[in-house]
C-alpha cells in the first residue's frame, strides 16, 4: 500500500514561488515512478512532470524552465519547485505513484495518489 499527502500549498502573486511536497510511504513508492499533476477547476487533470526511479526527470511544455522535480530518498519527499507563477498555474496539485518500470506524466497511467494541496496564483 501506498501513501502520498501533499503540502505546500497556498495563494501567491504571479512572479511568486512555492515549493510543494508530497511524504511518501509504502514499499513502491520510493522505488517507482512518481509524478505531480493539477486539476483546476472545469478543465481535466494534467501532467506536471515526472521522476523516474534513476532521478531522470521531465515536464511539461507549459511549464518547463519554471517548475523542477526533485526527491529526496532519505527524506522520503518528492517536491515540486515553483517559480515565475502564473495565474494560469491555480489548480489542485497531487502527486502520484505509477507502480511501473515505465515512467511519464500521463494521469491515467498512474496508480496511487494524494489527496492534493490548492495553489491559488493571484494577478
Known amino acids: 500500500q501506498v501513501q502520498l499527502v501533499e503540502s505546500g500549498g497556498g495563494s501567491v502573486q504571479a512572479g511568486g514561488s512555492l515549493r510543494l511536497s508530497c511524504i511518501y510511504s509504502?514499499?513502491?513508492?520510493?522505488?517507482?515512478?512518481m509524478g505531480w499533476f493539477r486539476q483546476a477547476p472545469g478543465k481535466e487533470r494534467e501532467g506536471v512532470g515526472s521522476i523516474n526511479t534513476y532521478g531522470r526527470t521531465s515536464v511539461a511544455d507549459s511549464v518547463r524552465g519554471r517548475f523542477t522535480i526533485s526527491k529526496d530518498k532519505a527524506k522520503n519527499t518528492l517536491y515540486l519547485q515553483m517559480t515565475s507563477l502564473k495565474p494560469e498555474d491555480t489548480a489542485m496539485y497531487y502527486c502520484a505513484v505509477r507502480a511501473s518500470i515505465f515512467c511519464d506524466h500521463a494521469p491515467a497511467n498512474f496508480d496511487y495518489w494524494g489527496q492534493g494541496t490548492q495553489v491559488t496564483v493571484s494577478s
Open positions: 509504502g514499499n513502491r513508492a520510493g522505488t517507482s515512478c
